[in-house]
């Protein structure tokens, strides 16, 4: 994971990709987002890249909440609230 401001480039996903090897799939999470041309250099890669922004992250975060065990609950508690709909 890469905390930035800025989005992660092209050069950023060659040098990941790069140091996997065989049956590796890579997931790469930016806190910063990724450039297009990142992106595509994903997209092209002949070993599996899945990139997440923090966005994506936390929607999944909040989507899969329920089947953490209790370690994963801890490391991260959250508590559900709701919200009355206007």
Do not use: C
């Not at 990142?38 to 909440?65: G, M």
């Amino acid at each position: 994971m890469k905390h930035r401001k800025g989005a992660m480039g092209a050069q950023d996903i060659r040098s990941f990709t790069a140091g996997l090897r065989g049956d590796a799939r890579g997931l790469y999470v930016s806190t910063g987002g990724f450039s297009k041309e990142a992106k595509y250099e994903a997209e092209r890669s002949t070993i599996p890249v899945t990139l997440l922004d923090l966005n994506e992250l936390a929607a999944l975060v909040v989507d899969h909440y329920e089947q953490f065990d209790a370690h994963g609950r801890a490391l991260l508690p959250l508590d559900k609230i709701y919200w009355p709909i206007p």
